[in-house]
């Protein structure tokens, strides 16, 4: 039996153990892929010790998103084939209830049928040398096109789609449209920042709003060529002092058209709600997407008066994915240095435990870590 290295987590006490186990093999609906570099989300050590209580199947291999190349095919597929660059997306649905969804190897969904998925066929991630996805989980990448010299993305400049993917999933939810005004807020940590690039490649005018005024700068300076980047720094004041600010920024004496919060799980209040409220014009648009982990209190007749619509969106659809791939290939959305990246750090799986102690110290935008098998 063909043999491969991966990460396996026993127990939430005890760290990842580097094991040589069997090597997938593809059966009908699947293929295996060679992991290329897999991203590492700046929570993953709370994930996987347990203080962030995600629900997950022990023994298992847990993962991120992941770029790879194809190494063996399942029976019934007639697109992939081995050697293809491909993105490897890790939110993966029950084919007979695509409502039901889990995240490979970082959220069991934490209900039985959810549950079910992970308990079976896609327990073992992308923390490993091998890795079987769906079929539907797999997209080519034009390698020549993302490689060469007009682009000259590396593999683990790819890894930030799925930082992108997820502002993006929001964005489009809400179908922000060129020339319409987004707030982000906060746009100073690892998907408020991305947002920003997203929304500006949408076509839209953007204010970033954040506390921290140097990574705010940071923002207006990549992408200055653009000319509709506004920033706001956010201050203790009232809503409405933080509401007026954004109204300004964007320019508009009716207020913004779309507002994506991504408040983090250390925001206790709803201040910030209630600020993107007093900001958007009627018929505006707030979508949700932080790590806001208590109730929210918003004013119930300004969002009646002024027809708000509320949206909350977890991840993203295929055909975000699909979307995104042709944004990257065409130029339109940057990776790497071009996104404001400043530092890439690279570990090898017998490093994993200085990789998830490197991504736990991330703050802001600009720096990105990457496991590589």
């Known amino acids: 039996m063909a043999t491969s290295r991966a990460l396996v987590l026993h127990s939430r006490d005890k760290p990842l153990a580097l094991e040589t186990v069997p090597r997938p ?4 609906g699947q293929a295996v892929v ?75 969904g934490g209900y039985p049928a959810a549950q079910k998925l992970m308990d079976g066929e896609w327990r073992n991630a992308s923390y490993a040398e091998y890795t079987a996805f769906p079929l539907e989980n797999l997209y080519p990448l034009n390698e020549d096109v993302l490689f060469g010299k007009n682009l000259g993305y590396t593999v683990s400049d790819l890894c930030l789609m799925p930082v992108c993917l997820v502002p993006f999933g929001g964005l489009s939810e809400v179908d922000v449209k060129p020339g319409e005004v987004v707030i982000v807020a906060p746009a100073t940590g690892r998907y408020g920042g991305a947002a920003v690039a997203v929304a500006l490649a949408m076509g839209a005018t953007v204010v970033a709003a954040g506390r921290n005024k140097n990574t705010l700068e940071a923002l207006k300076s990549i992408h200055a060529s653009t000319g509709r980047l506004k920033t706001v720094t956010l201050t203790e004041d009232s809503p409405s002092s933080n509401a007026e600010a954004f109204k300004t920024a964007a ?95 690279e570990f090898g799986l017998e490093s994993v435990d200085d990789a998830l102690q490197a991504a736990g110290k991330l703050s802001g935008f600009g720096s990105h870590i990457v496991l590589k098998p």
């Open 25 to 28: 093999v593809a059966k009908a």
């Open 251 to 345: 320019g508009k004496a009716e207020g913004a058209d779309v507002y994506i919060d991504f408040s983090p799980p250390q925001i206790k209040d709803s201040s910030l709600l209630v600020a993107a409220v007093g900001a958007l014009r009627p018929f505006g648009r707030l979508v949700i997407m932080g790590g806001h982990s208590g109730n929210i209190d918003v004013p119930y007749l300004d969002i009646m008066f002024k027809s708000i619509r509320i949206q909350g969106r977890f991840m993203y659809s295929r055909q975000h994915v699909l979307q995104l791939i042709q944004m990257a290939e065409s130029g339109l959305l940057k990776f790497g240095s071009k996104l404001g990246i400043k530092e890439t750090r």
């Open 34 to 108: 060679r992991i290329l570099a897999a991203d590492i989300v700046p929570y993953m050590s709370q994930v996987l010790d347990g203080s962030r209580p995600y629900p997950l199947s022990l023994p298992m291999t847990p993962g991120n998103t992941a770029i790879g190349r194809v190494f063996e095919v399942g029976p019934d597929a007639v697109k992939l084939t081995p050697g293809q660059l491909v993105f490897c997306d890790i939110t993966i649905r029950a084919r007979d209830n695509p409502s039901v969804s889990i995240l490979f190897g970082i959220h069991g």
